[in-house]
């Protein structure tokens, strides 16, 4: 298992799964539906003061760099870029 450890003000988050489902049952994913796509704090840099760990927060996903950390896609964003932290 890898482990990765953001520097300075990178935060490493993963995007929270988001499903709904028609009236059928029918599971429809939510991209491209102008929904809030919400995302999970998984590490930070040392110098990050505004989230932690295992914060939910509304990312400016456009400002982020996907990468994949043992086979599952993730992001890494710079603090500045997290717009708000949802309580």
Sequence with gaps: IMEV?????????A????ERATESGIILGDRGTGD???ATVL????EVTEV????VVIPEWG???VVKI???QRAMIKEEFIIAVVE
């Design 5 to 13: 450890k953001p520097l300075r003000k990178m935060i490493l988050i």
């Design 15 to 18: 995007e929270k799964a988001r």
């Design 36 to 38: 809030i796509a919400y």
């Design 43 to 46: 590490a930070i840099g040392d």
């Design 52 to 55: 932690k760990v295992g914060d």
């Design 63 to 65: 400002k982020s760099s």
């Design 70 to 72: 043992d086979g599952a």
